[in-house]
């Protein structure tokens, strides 16, 4: 439903686009949706929004996105997920079913992020953001790991996001599970990347600085993460109390709990984000609050782990920003969306639970997490905004207001409902094809680099 004549790179100031004919979901709560509405996109930015025959007659020598009916919607945020975890998809490994939580860490993902090279991150990462840009997500915080392989990582998997055109914030997760001189090469390369990209001075890819989990950092380890970090202003991205493996391990080596102890070590912060947060206390939710710690509350993870369930609505209740994330398990957010409500109703055993709360998370929190790394705001369709807007065909068997929108995204859409993904200001899936490659060649190689992978893991 797009005009040929559209480019799909916005280099003059002065051109308009215009995305209009279909329901506007702004975000903004001073005019959350608008019918028959219209985004007007100069450059990366949003530069207007109103009805569509205004824009179309105030704008004169606009070229013109047809949403043909659908919604219009800004971009989604995955505010925790694992790019390199593509190429698990499929594979079977030798060995009993894992029982717990430690044992898929020492049997899975242990096992494959040792057999990683280079090249594989690369399809990992161009095959993984593929599939989040043709499921509306527009901005991905991973959390990398190549043990064999730290060195110039993270510089592939931002190369991959930088072809694809997908908005990212990258880190490399610190362990001493693999000795210390990985855990230096880590600590370096976290480093490193994030002096890059801030030197960039773009505002398409940010470093933070990666930890894998309290049960695997020595005191030591942690110390020369934080002196690395400092002076940066970059936080860290962290797994905490995940599992309760991590926080045995903590009580018995330090005799706190997690959140505490990366409290006391000074990891916590407003430019940090703390995924998980399951095995966590009351006391310890207030820590995350007085320091402005971000949570990534990662359901469908949770559940396929058997890991336990996030408290978030007692979170949120004492002032947590609790964010949504997929830890990997899914390209498409909002299968996290309906999953997060649904765990909450199954372990309170209350259908009245969750209902704003997942909302909450995806559509207004992700956004705040995102506003603490880049420079205008993501997430919200207004004047100043980042041009990352999304196209999702849906034609409604009911009424759609201002007050059942989230409903009937909740019930009636999933990420493959999206048609057309921009990212600041330029067009990355059109019609369902990505913009940036070729896919199916993409994938090709990728299922050939996949199934080398495979027999060496």
């Known amino acids: 439903m797009i005009s040929d004549t559209i480019s799909n790179t916005v280099s003059d100031d002065a051109n308009i686009i215009l995305i209009g004919n279909g329901t506007l979901v702004t975000r903004d709560p001073d005019e959350p949706i608008i019918f028959d509405g219209c985004a007007a996109v100069r450059g990366n930015l949003i530069a207007d929004r109103g009805k569509t025959a205004e824009l179309k007659a105030k704008y004169p020598r606009h070229a013109f996105v047809d949403a043909a009916g659908g919604l219009i919607m800004p971009g989604l945020i995955n505010t925790h997920t694992h790019i ?45 953001y593929t599939e989040c840009i043709k499921n509306g ?5 991973d959390h990398h790991a190549s043990q064999r392989h730290v060195a110039g990582s993270l510089d592939v998997i931002a190369g991959a ?15 001493d599970r693999d000795g210390a001189e990985t855990a230096v090469a ?63 391990d903590s009580l018995e080596k330090y005799g706190v709990p997690v959140v505490e102890r990366l409290y006391k070590a000074g990891v916590l912060g407003d430019k940090t984000i703390a995924a998980h947060c399951i095995h966590i206390g009351e006391g310890e939710m207030e820590i995350l609050a007085d320091t402005k710690t971000a949570v990534a509350h ?77 420079n205008n ?13 999304v196209i999702a065909g849906y034609g409604a068997p009911t009424p759609v207001t201002a007050g059942n929108i989230d409903s009937h995204i909740l019930f009636g859409l999933n990420g493959r409902c999206v048609r057309d993904t921009m ?3 330029r067009f990355v899936v059109r019609n369902g094809a990505v913009t940036g490659l070729d896919e199916r060649e993409v994938f090709a190689k990728s299922r050939e680099q996949a199934a080398d992978f495979w027999a060496s893991v």
């Open 137 to 141: 997500v527009t901005t991905v915080f």
């Open 84 to 128: 390199y975890s593509a190429f698990a998809r499929g594979m079977t490994l030798d060995g009993p079913p894992n029982r717990d939580f430690l044992q898929i860490l020492e049997n899975l993902w242990w096992r494959l992020d040792k057999a990683l090279n280079l090249r594989d991150v690369e399809y990992s990462a161009l095959t993984a």
């Open 377 to 389: 705001p993501i997430g919200i369709i207004k004047n100043g905004a980042y041009a990352d807007i």
């Open 161 to 175: 996001a930088r072809r694809l055109g997908v908005r990212a914030s990258l880190c490399y997760e610190v362990s």
């Open 186 to 248: 880590a600590i370096g390369e976290n480093a490193r990347f994030i002096r890059l990209a801030q030197a960039d001075g773009g505002d398409m890819i940010k470093g933070m600085f990666g930890l894998h989990a309290s049960m695997t950092l020595s005191p030591d380890t942690l110390d020369n993460c934080l002196a690395a970090n400092h002076g940066l202003n970059a936080g860290f991205h962290v797994h905490a109390a995940e599992g309760a493996q991590d926080l045995r």
């Open 298 to 374: 990662n359901p469908e993870s949770n559940m396929g782990n058997a890991v336990g369930c996030a408290d978030v609505i007692t979170m949120l209740e004492r002032g947590v920003l609790v964010g949504l994330g997929t830890d990997g398990y899914t390209p498409d957010m909002l299968e996290s969306f309906k999953c997060a409500g649904i765990i909450q109703k199954h372990v309170r055993r209350d259908a009245s639970a969750a209902w704003a709360e997942p909302s909450r998370m995806l559509f207004y929190n992700n956004r705040a997490i995102a506003g603490r790394y880049f």
């Open 423 to 425: 990212i600041n200001g």
